[in-house]
């Protein structure tokens, strides 16, 4: 093990470095603005994870938190109230308000699970945006809140170009990563597997389900209440139609595609689907433009193409691309007859020791 | 004073009355059976005294202190430890994952390897699954985990639902064998079982609960003799 650190430090050496040198070396803002749209859904990700991935809260509203947090900087920061608190200080604000809507709608699913859980917060992802809708007194409805803060750095406004956003949600991910990790690998992580492998004998074990679940809606609150900072204050507007059921699924999706509970898969997971939806398919519809077949819009097929990764990924790799190795032994077990996996294991460890 | 009191507790599934004015007492290392039959309120008392369902009146106190209010995690801390109905073990964790669960309470790693070295040394079977997952484990192997990670809490008193449920004659003597052996190490058990002639025969004291009231209160020894008990749990 001690032999593969270095290796393991240079690599990821070598990916900070990539990284960092992208926007130098890819003279095309576009692809420095897909970027950090990417990266702002793998923080999205990464905060989804630990509610669905970890402590297996079904959640199928969590763009009402992206909604929370993308508001909040519209609110805050912007000449619609003529409050401009600065961008740095709204990351953390707008984590804690997210946060707190996290415990908010976790307080009364607490005895809730699987499909009840999913069927409200379904529910509290619809009411949300419309809630921003309706009260277009102060959110100016379906307009949205345009001409927010531009965010600065000693005293130099971002401008209009994606690098400096790149970097901030690059640093982002960067903690967000180190972040999930931790948490996975902590006590209240061990709370959160246990509960999802068997709460009331989670419960026996001295484990208090209810701080342990509303810390995971907090926690990945937190996650998008930042993850919605940053991209309001990139894309300058915030409106209700952003945070659609659409935006949840597709959260979701990436961590199904990824492999859910597992941090690198979920960032792949993520980064794949960014790829598909805003380059793979313009670009797509371009070529069969320029082929001469203009009705065609690969764009308007994206859900069907997610339904169809979907359940190619249920049917070839169910624990996803990059599965973490708890959630592929549990679908393995569940995808067989369990006892005849049992007999399996206890023969193939026996054949083994001998 | 007795280690565990209940006094006249009463519980309800809802607006079922599943207990009525249970009083029991269990003192410091005594092993207490708790026997009956299904439907008695035998597990139902387990949970109430654990704090996984709120008793709706009576008091029910551990070492002095009322746990009437306590939650279940924080009962657990008080130090007792419960073996749940049908085991319950983390099916696809290792061995070794679950009996770091059981230690979930204490913060000190040490004492939990400790502890973990001691649950092995009494479950020697255990040592030699660590690896292997849960749910792969034998019936009886499973039942020795989830008195093992009960364990792991470090319990003032042990209770144990149905130990012997789906387990070979031979493997419910070792396991009635090792909660002798735990009982003799100091802690106090409280036991259910539908084994009355088993339970009765490890016991110090025990109960007789039916619909969900204490009908019968003797030593272990006097219950096993009595007439009505022979006539309606052992079958003689």
Same mark, same amino acid.
Not at chain 1, 14 to 23: E, R
Not at chain 1, 301 to 330: H, N
């Given at each position: ?165 790149? &970097? ?16 996975? *690998? ?108 203009? &009705? ?9 193409? &997610? ?44 054949? *083994?020791?001998? | ?101 059981? @230690? ?79 009982? @003799? ?52």
């Amino acid at each position: 093990m001690k032999g593969r650190k270095p290796v393991r430090a240079l690599r990821l050496g070598l990916l900070a470095a990539v990284l960092l040198v992208v926007p130098f070396a890819d003279h095309n803002n576009a692809h420095v603005d897909f970027l950090a749209n990417a990266g702002a859904f793998v923080l999205l990700a990464l905060g989804l994870n630990i509610v669905v991935g970890f402590a297996g809260l079904l959640d199928l509203g969590y763009a009402a938190f992206f909604a929370i947090g993308s508001y909040s900087y519209a609110i805050f920061a912007s000449q619609q109230f003529g409050l401009h608190v600065p961008f740095w200080i709204m990351l953390f604000v707008a984590a804690a308000i997210a946060a707190l809507f996290g415990i908010l709608l976790g307080a009364p699913t607490l005895r809730l699970r699987g499909d009840y859980l999913a069927i409200v917060t379904l529910g509290f992802g619809e009411i949300v945006p419309q809630t921003f809708l309706n009260l277009a007194q102060y959110t100016n409805g379906p307009n949205g809140i345009g001409s927010l803060d531009q965010p600065s750095l000693f005293g130099r406004p971002f401008g209009f170009s994606a690098t400096p956003y790149y &970097y901030v949600v690059l640093g982002l991910i960067a903690l967000g990563i180190v972040a999930a990790r931790n948490l996975q *690998h902590s006590r209240l992580g061990r709370a959160w597997m246990a509960i999802r492998e068997d709460e009331l004998a989670a419960r026996h074990m001295g484990i208090n389900a209810t701080t342990a679940k509303l810390s995971a809606f907090a926690l990945g609150a937190a996650f998008s209440g930042v993850a919605g900072v940053a991209y309001a204050a990139k894309l300058d507007l915030v409106s209700p139609d952003q945070f659609g059921f659409n935006v949840s699924v597709l959260i979701l999706s990436m961590l199904v595609l990824g492999g859910m509970g597992n941090v690198a898969g979920v960032i792949v997971g993520s980064l794949v689907l960014s790829f598909v939806n805003s380059f793979l398919l313009p670009q797509a519809s371009n070529i069969a433009h320029t082929a001469g077949f203009t &009705y065609l819009d690969f764009t308007n097929y994206r859900f069907m193409l &997610y339904g169809v990764i979907l359940v190619g990924m249920m049917l070839l790799r169910p624990a996803g691309l990059l599965p973490s190795a708890k959630r592929r032994a549990e679908l393995e077990a569940a995808l067989t007859d369990p006892a005849l996996a049992a007999h399996e294991q206890t023969e193939y460890e026996g054949a *083994h020791a001998r | 004073m007795a280690l565990l009191e209940l006094h006249n507790v009463d519980a309800f599934y809802g607006r079922i009355r599943a207990l009525r004015d249970v009083s029991l007492h269990v003192n410091e290392g005594e092993i207490v059976a708790l026997i009956g039959a299904n439907g008695a309120g035998k597990t139902t008392t387990l949970r109430a005294i654990s704090g996984l369902l709120q008793p709706g009146s009576g008091s029910i106190r551990f070492a002095g202190e009322d746990l009437r209010r306590c939650t279940p995690d924080a009962i657990v801390r008080r130090g007792i430890g419960h073996a749940p109905e049908g085991r319950r073990v983390f099916a696809r964790m290792s061995v070794r994952e679950n009996l770091e669960l059981g @230690a979930y309470t204490r913060r000190s790693k040490a004492d939990s390897a400790r502890d973990m070295a001691g649950v092995l040394e009494t479950f020697p079977r255990l040592r030699e699954r660590l690896g292997q997952k849960a749910g792969t484990l034998s019936g009886g192997e499973q039942q020795m985990l989830a008195i093992g990670r009960a364990l792991m809490s470090r319990p003032r008193l042990l209770m144990l639902d149905e130990p012997s449920l789906g387990l070979s004659p031979i493997l419910v003597q070792t396991i009635f064998g090792i909660i002798g052996e735990i009982n @003799a190490a100091g802690t106090t058990v409280l036991l259910i079982e539908q084994n009355a002639r088993q339970a009765l025969a490890l016991a110090t004291r025990g109960y007789v609960l039916e619909v969900g009231r204490v009908a019968q209160e003797d030593t272990a020894s006097r219950l096993l003799a009595s007439e009505t008990v022979r006539a309606a749990y052992l079958g003689a």
